[in-house]
């Protein structure tokens, strides 16, 4: 959600309806909750957020029913005030609108498909992909909805696109060293098994997050931005790198949801107040 509306205020758009965010707020928690719904009650894993949803196993089904039914009402209500607008968008409009639910989808496994999810190179650019569309470009999408304008990509949504795709899928990356162990007996071949855990980190991440710096000053710096705005944003691009080194040293999953995910967050704020402050 602060990712959202981070997206809006960058691009300088109004914020969508309310009912906008609730139904991002749902999807997320019913996309994140379904890989943990069908674990085995055998399950011996240490995974304290594992063993939390086999021992809740009743309580997590109804709560994923409960959302679900609240999700479907959600788009219902935003259908029906924005039915018009949605039946004369383009092909275009609805292609850009499907491909990121549709990545979504392929990332557990449509039928016999592919799974994306159990591909180790893919998985964290895949998440990137997905998230990085939901929070930037869905935005503008509802907004122009909303208001029954043409959706147009400009080079700042595809700007902004790319750098949340670049951040989350780092932050991907980083997420799956707490699964060291368990993706190498599976053969999961992810980033951190295949190059091991410094060298994930000093050749792969914090290079990567270096680029991903470089490249916004240079835009930030083309496109007159003030000094301020440059600076704050550049505040998760450095804790991202302050983040990556703490993870040389074996952390708890509380530290991985709070500090590694928390950087999704602080992306947020941070662009938000950066607009706010400097303009």
């Known amino acids: 959600m602060a990712l959202s509306i981070e997206a809006s205020v960058q691009q300088f758009i109004p914020l969508n309806m309310p009912a906008y965010y609730l139904s991002v707020f749902l999807a997320t928690i019913i996309y994140y909750s379904k890989a943990y719904l069908h674990i085995s009650p055998s399950n011996d894993s240490d995974n304290t957020r594992t063993q939390w949803y086999i021992n809740h196993h009743t309580i997590a089904i109804r709560l994923q029913w409960i959302l679900s039914v609240l999700l479907i009402l959600t788009c219902f209500y935003i259908g029906y005030k924005t039915g018009y607008s949605l039946l004369s968008m383009s092909f275009t409009e609805w292609l850009i609108l499907l491909i990121f639910p549709l990545a979504a989808l392929w990332y557990y496994g449509l039928g016999y498909c592919f799974n994306l999810r159990n591909n180790g190179w893919t998985k964290p650019f895949v998440i990137g992909f997905v998230w990085a569309g939901m929070v930037t470009v869905y935005p503008v999408i509802f907004q122009c909805i909303q208001t029954h304008t043409v959706f147009l990509i400009t080079f700042k949504c595809f700007v902004l696109f790319l750098k949340n795709w670049m951040f989350i899928a780092i932050l991907c990356i980083l997420f799956d060293i707490k699964d060291y162990a368990v993706d190498a007996n599976l053969s999961l071949k992810t980033f951190v098994v295949q190059k091991g855990l410094r060298n ?8 990567l997050t270096i680029i991903g710096l470089i490249i916004f000053i240079l835009y930030a710096t083309t496109s007159h931005f003030p000094l301020g705005r440059i600076l704050i944003n550049n505040i998760p691009f450095i804790a991202l790198i302050i983040v990556a ?19 999704m967050l602080l992306k947020a704020v941070c662009g938000i107040i950066a607009i706010l402050l400097f303009k």
Not at 200 to 207: D, E, K, L
Not at 245 to 263: F, N, P, S
């Open 200 to 207: 994930t980190i000093f050749r792969i991440v914090i290079p």
């Open 245 to 263: 080194y703490t993870l040389i040293t074996r952390k708890t999953l509380l530290y991985y949801l709070m500090v590694v995910d928390g950087l």
